[in-house]
């Protein structure tokens, strides 16, 4: 048993890995299209020779990279990445989504736990802190670039 990267046609990676699953082939355990890889779908399965031919039938599968994958080369996909990563105290930001949403503020505090950062906005006349979750955010200025 293997992980094998699959070469798909751009953009076509979830598509490719859907019908893959859809097979419901025995000897194909999953399927992983991960947003940062763009044109290959990574496949756990018993041997390249069950997924070529599976792969036969796929539109949009190109081909099977030659060789197999470690797991320790995908594990990093497997995780997600909190929102809060890149984001740094002292940073300015533009809220986008919430009550305060198109409001800049500045980062105050960072929550990795609970993936949370506390901003003071810019506009307003008494400084008043607010909680946001990091995914309502987006970085416009960083004091470390």
Same mark, same amino acid.
């Given at each position: ?49 069950? *997924?070529?031919?599976? *792969? ?21 996909? *497997? ?67």
């Amino acid at each position: 048993m293997g992980i094998f990267a699959v070469k798909t046609t751009a953009s076509q990676e979830r598509t490719v890995a859907d019908m893959i699953i859809n097979r419901e082939e025995p000897d194909i355990h999953a399927a992983l299209a991960p947003d940062s890889l763009t044109s290959y779908v990574m496949v756990e399965a018993e041997g390249d020779a069950v *997924l070529n031919r599976v *792969l036969e039938d796929i539109p949009h599968a190109r081909s099977i990279v030659p060789g197999e994958s470690d797991i320790s080369e995908v594990e990093h996909f *497997l995780s997600p990445k909190p929102d809060v990563e890149g984001i740094a105290e002292g940073d300015i930001v533009e809220l986008i989504a919430g009550p305060f949403k198109g409001e800049k503020a500045q980062v105050q505090r960072i929550d990795e736990g609970k993936d949370q950062v506390t901003v003071e906005l810019y506009e307003a006349t008494v400084p008043i802190p607010v909680t946001v979750r990091g995914d309502q955010i987006r970085v416009l200025d960083s004091d470390e670039r």
